[in-house]
């Protein structure tokens, strides 16, 4: 770095100290400042290339024939008073759970998903606020039925106990490890395949996998055919039910290197 000459001339000894002062203010300052010191040049490193990759995906589904069946079913009721209310919804869904305990199905598989409380409004007198004319309570539970055989009894003897809501039925498999293993690979058989088709048509080959993702799904079926159109007259039938199957899906994304 070239030296940098400062002169200042001032008349008299005050203004002469003043003069050397500023000079030696400002050399230090050009020392120790960072916008005078030298920068150094940055190269780009260039040792290590650049990887070269393709991105597939890959889909494994299989159909398998499910062996639970899962039940939403509550009672609602609407009465002037609170204790009414509950009084009148605690027993229908006593006797609910009873009529299915009498099928077999254990405690641990029914469980309470929601108990609500809220008024019931009355909105023709166009009041403001609105008269409450009384509370309605709900109280639902999910019911997981192991027997599949046992399916349409469940929903008829619910009903028939007192159950005023029923919505659905949804049918799953218990134990989808080996389903989603076969489907795995099924998945990464796939996308290595559409790898190959692209690595040939592009005069590359695969050198190795540099990362794997994977998304799964089990897709239930829900499926209820009951007897609604039916005439009123018509005979008390029991509620036909038809499984179907369950399919158990994994998807995955896999980055290959090629060179």
Avoid: C
Wanted: proline residues 6%; neutral net charge; hydrophobic residues 45%.
């Amino acid at each position: 770095m070239d030296p940098i000459t400062l002169t200042l001339r001032f008349p008299g000894s005050r203004a002469r100290w003043l003069a050397a002062g500023l000079a030696a203010g400002f050399l230090v300052a050009n020392v120790l400042s960072p916008a005078f010191a030298p920068h150094r040049s940055l190269a780009a490193d260039t040792s290590t290339p650049a990887e070269h990759t393709i991105t597939v995906s890959g889909v494994g589904t299989v159909v398998t024939a499910p062996d639970i069946a899962d039940l939403r079913l509550g009672v609602t009721f609407t009465r002037p008073t609170v204790r009414a209310a509950r009084a009148d919804a605690a027993a229908a869904m006593t006797k609910v759970i009873a009529a299915l305990k009498a099928l077999g199905i254990a405690d641990k598989d029914i469980q309470t998903t929601n108990i609500s409380l809220q008024p019931a409004y009355d909105y023709a007198a166009n009041a403001n606020p609105p008269r409450i004319t009384g509370y309605t309570l709900s109280n639902a539970v999910a019911v997981t039925v192991r027997d599949l055989d046992k399916v349409g009894d469940a929903i008829d003897n619910a009903l028939a106990a007192g159950a005023t809501t029923f919505d659905g039925v949804s049918f799953r498999v218990d134990d989808p490890a080996k389903s989603q293993q076969q489907a795995r690979t099924d998945a990464m058989t796939q996308a290595r395949a559409h790898a190959n088709t692209l690595a040939a048509a592009a005069g590359v080959a695969i050198t190795g996998v540099a990362s794997i993702s994977e998304t799964s799904a089990q897709t239930p079926y829900p499926i209820y055919y009951g007897a609604a159109g039916a005439p009123a007259a018509a005979k008390d039938v029991a509620t036909p039910v038809q499984v179907g199957t369950a399919d158990v899906t994994i998807t995955v994304s896999v980055v290959y290197l090629i060179g």
